[in-house]
């Protein structure tokens, strides 16, 4: 069913599958679209979406969501969406632009006054943030929006969005936190919905028929006495009478973001879209962490929803669809859900879009990055089948190179594996998968459980050597003993530790990412875990929006962490620490060490260039600085393109 055609208003798309709104930060300093943005949408409806949501654009200057956004609110950028809605039809694709005002979501530096909502906002101290819109203001706001609207339809765009979910303008309007209100666009829900009620109508009477008209809800706020599902139902019913063709359900409110945590269930919205779709007879969107067809096609034949919205996925591989299509699910490269390239930079960084696993976002069609196959083929010997060996591997084989690579561990991507062990991790687990794919298919070849020395990298008269070789864990021997037998790296014990603790209490050693995912399995067991870490913040090389998620849990958990706390050495079982000059006791029946590594290739590395062979190191194992996946991978695709 997944593939099968749908019919949106007086608009058929080729399949069930949307690619749903998300802001890259493309656009240019005026929000113009540009030709990084062409060839990212583009490439996308080449990879076999059936609809394509573009990202959120402005429909007046007060209404604007960052220091960079697309408009659809000046007459000189149609030409520009123009030519965006060709590409994407091009590729046989149908293409609609979520239209935006953030309201008091938005920050009055980016717009120079204080932004605008239902209420005034007033901070605790007695200042105000936010002022309310008058009467006048919202009548003007409706025929900016349908205005907007008529210049995507001038474009030769298929439809518009209206963006009346998470924590903007409409949706303002429609949650009783922010709606205090005493007129007719306050109070009841008819009355808080009337203001995106009269968008829709005005859109309508200003496009016409044949012209999509997509509202993006909240299915549900998460906020206390926000809007619940039951309104939420009832407002699409108000949209749907109003003009709407197409109901995408979306969550959150004031805690939106948190939504795109990697601790939440695949699917999770569907609950919500399938009481919405319970109400209305328009086609209905929902979306939330969906990866794999077999849950897609449960939610498209059990009656959830009638089409689906994938997003970050998009981002990782543009040709997800088309891959599954053809029944090849290992070929595709899975998102991580890790936040960092995507909401990362765009929400927090406030630079172009990127992903960790995917080096082409944003330079889809840069001449700079297209790979051409070598005149002269060399033999390249690799050390380390990690993220960063396995992409050079792939993209030097791919180029007419003769590559080989050596992993010291069993299987292909080792530490990526261990990673995955942990909760959270269900995309990482994905990524290991399309990995191992492709070493078995690649066109090089690779030796695993084989700790390659100078001897053997020799005998395969290598013309390079590139070292991919990862870290190596710390241990702090000198403060910690491991001849008890109750110490461990936290690496050690993901490799070798598979049988569920409970009841122990462990101490770990180091509150960063892995630290803290370590004590998040070990909580989950139902161990009492102890984290201490010598700075004052934990869980640091996470993104915010899975950091907050992570700490959440680790607090219902019962986790103990000790923050701005030395490790001061063992007596016995018990793991001596001190806190603001003062000494405690921890009891342990586990101590594990999470205090980051140390990398660098080995010392007859750099002898091999003494023999005429040209030496290279990338990823985490280059030096002793640290890295991440996202850099390996880079790493290892440009080197591989360019070697």
């Given at each position: 069913?997944?593939?099968?055609?749908?019919?949106?208003?007086?608009?058929?798309?080729?399949?069930?599958?949307?690619?749903?709104?998300?802001?890259?930060?493309?656009?240019?300093?005026?929000?113009?679209?540009?030709?990084?943005?062409?060839?990212?949408?583009?490439?996308?409806?080449?990879?076999?979406?059936?609809?394509?949501?573009?990202?959120?654009?402005?429909?007046?200057?007060?209404?604007?969501?960052?220091?960079?956004?697309?408009?659809?609110d000046v007459l000189s950028n149609v030409p520009g969406l123009g030519r965006l809605a060709d590409a994407i039809h091009y590729?046989?694709?149908?293409?609609?632009?979520?239209?935006?005002?953030?309201?008091?979501?938005?920050?009055?530096?980016?717009?120079?006054?204080?932004?605008?909502?239902?209420?005034?906002?007033?901070?605790?101290?007695?200042?105000?943030?936010?002022?309310?819109?008058?009467?006048?203001?919202?009548?003007?706001?409706?025929?900016?929006?349908?205005?907007?609207?008529?210049?995507?339809?001038?474009?030769?765009?298929?439809?518009?969005?209206?963006?009346?979910?998470?924590?903007?303008?409409?949706?303002?309007?429609?949650?009783?936190?922010?709606?205090?209100?005493?007129?007719?666009?306050?109070?009841?829900?008819?009355?808080?919905?009337?203001?995106?009620?009269?968008?829709?109508?005005?859109?309508?009477?200003?496009?016409?028929?044949?012209?999509?008209?997509?509202?993006?809800?909240?299915?549900?706020?998460?906020?206390?006495?926000?809007?619940?599902?039951?309104?939420?139902?009832?407002?699409?019913?108000?949209?749907?009478?109003?003009?709407?063709?197409?109901?995408?359900?979306?969550?959150?409110?004031?805690?939106?973001?948190?939504?795109?945590?990697?601790?939440?269930?695949?699917?999770?919205?569907?609950?919500?879209?399938?009481?919405?779709?319970?109400?209305?007879?328009?086609?209905?969107?929902?979306?939330?962490?969906?990866?794999?067809?077999?849950?897609?096609?449960?939610?498209?034949?059990?009656?959830?929803?009638?089409?689906?919205?994938?997003?970050?996925?998009?981002?990782?591989?543009?040709?997800?669809?088309?891959?599954?299509?053809?029944?090849?699910?290992?070929?595709?490269?899975?998102?991580?859900?890790?936040?960092?390239?995507?909401?990362?930079?765009?929400?927090?960084?406030?630079?172009?879009?990127?992903?960790?696993?995917?080096?082409?976002?944003?330079?889809?069609?840069?001449?700079?990055?297209?790979?051409?196959?070598?005149?002269?083929?060399?033999?390249?010997?690799?050390?380390?089948?990690?993220?960063?060996?396995?992409?050079?591997?792939?993209?030097?084989?791919?180029?007419?190179?003769?590559?080989?690579?050596?992993?010291?561990?069993?299987?292909?991507?080792?530490?990526?594996?261990?990673?995955?062990?942990?909760?959270?991790?269900?995309?990482?687990?994905?990524?290991?998968?399309?990995?191992?794919?492709?070493?078995?298919?690649?066109?090089?070849?690779?030796?695993?459980?084989?700790?390659?020395?100078?001897?053997?990298?020799?005998?395969?008269?290598?013309?390079?050597?590139?070292?991919?070789?990862?870290?190596?864990?710390?241990?702090?021997?000198?403060?910690?003993?491991?001849?008890?037998?109750?110490?461990?790296?936290?690496?050690?014990?993901?490799?070798?530790?598979?049988?569920?603790?409970?009841?122990?209490?462990?101490?770990?050693?180091?509150?960063?990412?892995?630290?803290?995912?370590?004590?998040?399995?070990?909580?989950?067991?139902?161990?009492?875990?102890?984290?201490?870490?010598?700075?004052?913040?934990?869980?640091?090389?996470?993104?915010?929006?899975?950091?907050?998620?992570?700490?959440?849990?680790?607090?219902?958990?019962?986790?103990?962490?000790?923050?701005?706390?030395?490790?001061?050495?063992?007596?016995?079982?018990?793991?001596?620490?001190?806190?603001?000059?003062?000494?405690?006791?921890?009891?342990?029946?586990?101590?594990?060490?999470?205090?980051?590594?140390?990398?660098?290739?080995?010392?007859?590395?750099?002898?091999?260039?003494?023999?005429?062979?040209?030496?290279?190191?990338?990823?985490?194992?280059?030096?002793?600085?640290?890295?991440?996946?996202?850099?390996?991978?880079?790493?290892?695709?440009?080197?591989?393109?360019?070697?």
């Open positions: 069913m997944l593939f099968q055609e749908l019919q949106i208003g007086n608009t058929r798309i080729r399949n069930r599958i949307a690619m749903t709104a998300m802001a890259t930060n493309l656009a240019d300093i005026s929000g113009g679209v540009t030709q990084a943005m062409i060839d990212y949408y583009g490439e996308r409806a080449k990879g076999g979406a059936g609809l394509i949501i573009i990202e959120n654009a402005g429909i007046t200057p007060n209404g604007r969501n960052g220091a960079v956004q697309l408009r659809c590729f046989g694709a149908k293409a609609i632009i979520q239209l935006q005002h953030a309201g008091q979501a938005t920050r009055q530096e980016y717009i120079g006054e204080l932004p605008v909502g239902p209420s005034p906002r007033v901070e605790t101290d007695g200042r105000m943030t936010g002022r309310a819109l008058s009467k006048l203001e919202i009548e003007q706001l409706v025929q900016d929006f349908a205005q907007a609207a008529v210049y995507a339809q001038q474009a030769g765009l298929d439809g518009v969005e209206i963006h009346a979910a998470h924590a903007y303008l409409l949706a303002e309007f429609l949650s009783p936190i922010s709606n205090r209100r005493q007129d007719e666009y306050g109070g009841s829900l008819e009355n808080r919905a009337r203001f995106a009620v009269e968008v829709i109508q005005a859109v309508r009477k200003r496009a016409g028929r044949d012209f999509i008209i997509s509202v993006r809800i909240n299915g549900v706020e998460l906020d206390e006495g926000g809007l619940t599902a039951q309104e939420a139902a009832q407002a699409a019913v108000l949209m749907e009478k109003a003009g709407a063709d197409l109901i995408n359900v979306s969550n959150g409110f004031q805690r939106h973001v948190d939504s795109l945590s990697a601790f939440l269930p695949a699917g999770w919205r569907s609950v919500y879209a399938e009481q919405v779709k319970g109400a209305v007879s328009v086609p209905v969107l929902t979306s939330g962490g969906l990866r794999k067809r077999e849950m897609m096609e449960d939610i498209l034949t059990s009656g959830q929803a009638d089409l689906i919205g994938v997003g970050r996925q998009f981002i990782a591989d543009p040709h997800w669809p088309e891959k599954l299509k053809r029944g090849c699910p290992e070929a595709i490269s899975h998102c991580l859900m890790c936040n960092v390239g995507c909401a990362g930079n765009r929400i927090t960084g406030k630079r172009s879009i990127q992903c960790v696993v995917n080096p082409d976002v944003a330079r889809e069609s840069a001449a700079l990055f297209a790979p051409r196959p070598v005149k002269k083929p060399r033999r390249i010997a690799v050390i380390g089948a990690g993220p960063a060996g396995l992409t050079f591997a792939c993209e030097a084989a791919g180029r007419g190179h003769t590559v080989h690579v050596w992993e010291r561990r069993p299987q292909v991507n080792g530490a990526m594996r261990l990673a995955a062990s942990v909760p959270g991790k269900g995309g990482m687990e994905a990524f290991c998968r399309h990995m191992e794919w492709l070493a078995e298919s690649g066109t090089f070849t690779i030796t695993c459980g084989c700790e390659a020395g100078p001897e053997e990298i020799m005998a395969f008269s290598p013309d390079a050597v590139v070292y991919c070789g990862g870290s190596v864990p710390n241990r702090l021997d000198r403060v910690v003993d491991y001849s008890t037998g109750k110490v461990k790296t936290a690496h050690e014990f993901l490799e070798t530790d598979r049988h569920e603790r409970s009841g122990q209490r462990v101490v770990v050693i180091g509150g960063g990412s892995v630290g803290c995912e370590v004590a998040d399995r070990l909580a989950e067991d139902g161990n009492f875990v102890t984290i201490v870490e010598m700075t004052a913040r934990v869980c640091g090389g996470t993104h915010d929006i899975n950091r907050r998620a992570l700490l959440e849990r680790l607090d219902e958990q019962g986790v103990l962490i000790l923050t701005e706390t030395s490790l001061e050495g063992m007596d016995g079982d018990t793991v001596l620490v001190k806190q603001g000059g003062v000494q405690r006791r921890l009891e342990a029946d586990l101590i594990l060490v999470a205090a980051g590594g140390r990398g660098g290739p080995p010392a007859w590395f750099s002898q091999l260039a003494e023999r005429g062979v040209d030496c290279y190191a990338i990823g985490e194992g280059a030096s002793a600085r640290p890295s991440n996946i996202m850099q390996a991978i880079q790493e290892g695709t440009a080197l591989g393109r360019t070697i």
